[in-house]
C-alpha cells in the first residue's frame, strides 16, 4: 500500500503500534522500518532482508532518549539530527536485545519530515537499508525488489533521494560505509 509523505501524525503513530512495516525516506536512502520494540515486527523485517542476527539500528525518538538508554562517549548535537549512526554502549546489555544482541546499539535522527514524524510518535523505530542482505541499497522507490515490496505494509515515497548509507560513528572517529 502506498501512502503520501502527507500522512497525519496520528496514522503514523497507528501503523506504527499496529507493528506494520514501513518503507520509507530518510536524509539518505530509502528504509525499511517498525516498531523497535515489537520483537514479531523486528523478526518480519529480519525475514524480508534475508539477514541473519546482525544489529539494526533505531530511529531514536530524542537525544533524551538516547541518553537515557545509551551510554553517551561522543557530542550527540554535533552529529545529529543528520546522516549519522552512532554506535553507543547499551546502559542494559538486554535493551532491545532483538534489535541488537550485543551491547552496542546503533541510533539515528534522520534530517528528514517523515523521519521526524515518526521521531513525534515517541517509538523507536528499526532503521535499514530496504535491501537484501549484502546488496545495493535504494535511492528510489523503482529500485527495490518487488520482492521485498511485497511484504511491506506501507510504502512512502519521496522521489528520488540523492544519499548514500550514513556514516558510523564509534568512539567518536566517522567510519565511512562501503
Keep these: 500500500m502506498y501512502w503520501s509523505i502527507i500522512m497525519e501524525q496520528d496514522e503514523i503513530r497507528k501503523a506504527i503500534s499496529e507493528g506494520k512495516i514501513f518503507i520509507y525516506p530518510t536524509d539518505t536512502i530509502y528504509g525499511l522500518g517498525c516498531d523497535a520494540e515489537n520483537e514479531k515486527a523486528v523478526e518480519k523485517i529480519r525475514k524480508i532482508k534475508k539477514r541473519d542476527m546482525k544489529s539494526f539500528s533505531v530511529i531514536a525518538p530524542s537525544i533524551k532518549w538516547i541518553e537515557d538508554n545509551l551510554i553517551v562517549d561522543v557530542d550527540l548535537k554535533k552529529y545529529l539530527p543528520g546522516a549519522y549512526t552512532i554506535i553507543l554502549r547499551k546502559k542494559n546489555p538486554e535493551f532491545l536485545s532483538w534489535v541488537s544482541s550485543n551491547e552496542s546499539l546503533g541510533v539515528r535522527i534522520p534530517k528528514n519530515r517523515f523521519c521526524n514524524k515518526i521521531r513525534e510518535t515517541g517509538i523507536p523505530?528499526?532503521?535499514?537499508?530496504?535491501?537484501?542482505?549484502?546488496?545495493?541499497?535504494a535511492n528510489k522507490i523503482s529500485e527495490i525488489s518487488e520482492e521485498i515490496k511485497t511484504q511491506v505494509d506501507i510504502i512512502v515515497d519521496e522521489g528520488e533521494l540523492e544519499g548514500k548509507p550514513s556514516k558510523l560513528i564509534i568512539g567518536g572517529k566517522i567510519i565511512e560505509r562501503r
Design 125 to 137: 523505530f528499526i532503521t535499514t537499508s530496504v535491501n537484501f542482505s549484502g546488496k545495493k541499497p
